[in-house]
């Protein structure tokens, strides 16, 4: 099975591109569903361990973690950054593994891992046979992240700060989707990406069949040469 490491910065498109993706058939692993659903619900070893440390004043009346208060402490502090990662990042990459068997057992050939820290953790990286990033400039992903956050400026700035530069991450990809112009633009890019994928899956079964065929024709030689020799 292969997997495809889909990645990018805050509000640059990773959630549309994969949107597009999953259009076209691809399964989609999404690690801010995963952390939302495995990891922060109320009795999970993870919600406890964030009450512990940053206290009941992050929780909702209905005892759920109050996601916008929990982002602003982390976001302005390194150090609370750092420990809610401590905390999650273990959690989210046990739900993703599993996530990923069900789709391995349910015959995929391969599946796509729609990570935002892909980078920064480092921990997926060597496991995964293509990275794609989602790319778009900074003025563009600031007033997208303003909008579609309802943040400010500064807030906006803040967050892109918590995470590597994206220009950065462009430089480590296999594949760089550019999605600072029209959706349609970036949908003409996710179809040729969508082929390549696809390609590379049949050029893979092919290696495997050829591996499997020389494995079959070796076994019938050595079988021959034992008949002969004895
Ligand atoms: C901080 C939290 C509470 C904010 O929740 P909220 O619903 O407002 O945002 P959402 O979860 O949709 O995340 C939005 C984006 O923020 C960025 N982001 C989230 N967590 C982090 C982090 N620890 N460091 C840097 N960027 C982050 C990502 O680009 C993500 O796509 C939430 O993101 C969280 O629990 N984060 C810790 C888990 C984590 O690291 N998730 C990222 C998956 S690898
Ligand atoms: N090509 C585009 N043209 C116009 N708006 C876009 C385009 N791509 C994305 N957007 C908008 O920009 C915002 C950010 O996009 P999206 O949610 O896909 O980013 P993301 O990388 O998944 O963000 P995050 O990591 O913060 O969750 C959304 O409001 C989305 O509708």
Same mark, same amino acid.
């Given at each position: 099975?292969?997997?495809v490491g889909l990645t990018g910065g805050?509000?640059?498109?990773?959630?549309?591109?994969?949107?597009?993706?999953r259009e076209l058939g691809c399964p989609i692993i999404d690690a801010d569903v995963v952390a939302r659903k495995?990891?922060?619900?109320?009795h999970t070893p993870a919600y406890s361990r964030i009450v512990y440390h940053f206290g009941p004043e992050i929780l909702l009346e209905n005892?759920?973690?109050?996601?916008?208060?929990l982002g602003q402490l982390i976001f302005s502090s390194e150090e609370k950054r750092k420990l809610l990662n401590s905390i999650t990042h273990p959690e989210i990459h046990k739900a993703m593994l599993k996530e990923i068997l069900f789709y391995f057992l349910r015959g995929y050939r391969y599946v796509v891992l729609d990570v935002p820290l892909l980078f920064e953790t480092r921990r997926l990286t060597q496991f995964l046979n293509h990275t794609v990033v989602v790319y778009c400039d900074p003025a563009t992903q600031l007033s997208r992240l303003m909008q579609r956050d309802g943040v400010t400026q500064e807030q906006a700035e803040q967050r892109v700060a918590a995470q590597m530069p &994206?220009?950065?991450?462009?430089? $480590?990809?296999?594949?760089?989707?550019?999605?600072?112009?029209?959706?349609e633009d970036t949908h003409k890019q996710v179809l040729r990406l969508h082929t390549k994928l696809e390609d590379s899956m049949d050029f893979l079964l092919v290696r495997v069949?050829?591996?499997?065929?020389t494995a079959?024709?070796?076994?019938?030689? &050595?079988?021959?040469?034992?008949? $002969?020799?004895?």
């Amino acid at each position: 099975m292969f997997l495809v490491g889909l990645t990018g910065g805050m509000a640059s498109g990773k959630s549309t591109v994969s949107s597009m993706l999953r259009e076209l058939g691809c399964p989609i692993i999404d690690a801010d569903v995963v952390a939302r659903k495995a990891v922060v619900e109320p009795h999970t070893p993870a919600y406890s361990r964030i009450v512990y440390h940053f206290g009941p004043e992050i929780l909702l009346e209905n005892g759920e973690i109050d996601r916008q208060k929990l982002g602003q402490l982390i976001f302005s502090s390194e150090e609370k950054r750092k420990l809610l990662n401590s905390i999650t990042h273990p959690e989210i990459h046990k739900a993703m593994l599993k996530e990923i068997l069900f789709y391995f057992l349910r015959g995929y050939r391969y599946v796509v891992l729609d990570v935002p820290l892909l980078f920064e953790t480092r921990r997926l990286t060597q496991f995964l046979n293509h990275t794609v990033v989602v790319y778009c400039d900074p003025a563009t992903q600031l007033s997208r992240l303003m909008q579609r956050d309802g943040v400010t400026q500064e807030q906006a700035e803040q967050r892109v700060a918590a995470q590597m530069p &994206l220009n950065e991450k462009r430089g $480590l990809a296999n594949h760089v989707i550019e999605n600072s112009g029209s959706r349609e633009d970036t949908h003409k890019q996710v179809l040729r990406l969508h082929t390549k994928l696809e390609d590379s899956m049949d050029f893979l079964l092919v290696r495997v069949i050829a591996i499997a065929a020389t494995a079959g024709l070796s076994g019938i030689l &050595l079988y021959a040469a034992k008949i $002969l020799l004895s």
